[in-house]
């Protein structure tokens, strides 16, 4: 699986902004996929999941309330939709794909395949 990420930019705070990620091979729909994002001098956290048929979400904390994951297996496409952007969103979106479902998604380690990130910048 090949992950292709793409949708970030500059966007002032208190705006909103969807980043995509595209996924090409085969039986996209089994698999989980999370959103992980690396501010500057910081580790790469965990944002948000989906499962693979899209009806079940999990968001770390600090996005909860204004960030919605979801996805089209029709389009082998996952969507993040981020509102109310603060500036301490600031970061590296990377994708990633589970081949098989853990419990310990959110950390990194259970992810097989990753994206190469798009930047997403929010002004004050």
């Known amino acids: 699986v090949q992950l292709q990420a793409s949708g970030g930019g500059l966007v002032q705070a208190g705006g909103s902004l969807r980043v995509s990620c595209a996924a090409s091979?085969?039986?996209?729909?089994?698999?989980?996929m999370g959103w992980f994002r690396q501010a500057p001098g910081k580790e790469r956290e965990f944002a948000a999941w989906?499962?693979?048929?899209?009806?079940?979400?999990s968001y770390a904390d600090s996005v909860k309330g204004r960030f919605t994951i979801s996805r089209d297996n029709a389009k082998n496409t996952v969507f993040l939709r981020m509102n109310n952007l603060k500036p301490e969103d600031t970061a590296v979106y990377f994708c990633?794909?589970?081949?098989?479902?853990?419990?310990?998604?959110?950390?990194?380690?259970?992810?097989?395949?990753w994206g190469q990130g798009t930047l997403v910048t929010v002004s004050s």
């Open positions: 990633a794909a589970q081949r098989y479902y853990t419990a310990n998604f959110r950390s990194q380690a259970d992810y097989d395949y």
């Open positions: 091979g085969r039986a996209f729909s089994t698999y989980s």
């Open positions: 989906i499962n693979g048929i899209g009806g079940t979400t």
